[in-house]
């Protein structure tokens, strides 16, 4: 498993309670469900990075 990074984020109280209101409705934590809507966020905008093929370095292109 990948390494994770924590990420302190300021955000309104209204969308507070809207994520965690979806989280609990889906059954995730509000840290999942928050990494989910990013993830989605990103596939949709074309910016998903590809994991790296194998014997690859993350961040190498000519590796």
Do not use: C, Y
Not at 27 to 42: D, G, I, P, Y
Not at 46 to 57: F, I, T, V
């Amino acid at each position: 498993m990948t390494e994770r990074k924590a990420v302190l984020i300021r955000i309104d109280p209204e969308l507070h309670d809207a994520l965690q209101r979806w989280a609990a409705a889906e059954f995730r934590s509000l840290n999942s469900q928050v990494e989910f809507a990013l993830r989605r966020a990103l596939a949709e905008a074309g910016r998903m990075p590809r994991p790296a093929a194998p014997g690859q370095r993350e961040g190498r292109e000519d590796a």
